[in-house]
């Protein structure tokens, strides 16, 4: 089992940043993969930014450039860096991890609002 948490969204206006984090706990020896996934109001959630263990890392077309994924192994922690945030990226931000056995957990979630 792994646990995820998220934390850091909140209330930023347009043009800001936010610093999302999610520790993970429990057989984190396992993971995988980490990724972070946005879901906005009557709309299916989407993949922003994944990172392997490896260290290899994907971006959604709508936010390279701005976002960058980082994980801190030591701290079983993966970040989420977001600058330069717009409207349309008002959503909640969700917390993946894949393990080595193919299962996967979700965190709970955190807003991330934008406003104009």
């Known amino acids: 089992q792994v646990q995820l948490v998220e934390s850091g969204g909140g209330l930023v206006q347009s043009g800001g940043s936010l610093r999302l984090s999610c520790a993970a706990s429990?057989?984190?020896?396992?993971?995988?993969?980490l990724g972070w996934y946005r879901q906005a109001p009557g709309k299916q959630r989407e993949l922003v930014a994944s990172?392997?263990?490896?260290?290899?890392?994907n971006y959604a077309d709508s936010v390279k450039g701005r976002f960058t994924i980082s994980r801190d192994n030591a701290k079983n922690t993966v970040y989420l860096q977001m600058n330069s945030l717009k409207p349309e990226d008002t959503a909640v931000y969700y917390c993946?991890?894949?393990?080595?056995?193919?299962?996967?957990?979700w965190g709970q979630g955190t807003q991330v609002t934008v406003s104009l």
């Open positions: 990172i392997t263990s490896a260290g290899s890392t």
């Open positions: 429990g057989s984190i020896e396992r993971i995988n993969y």
């Open positions: 993946n991890a894949r393990t080595i056995y193919s299962m996967g957990y």
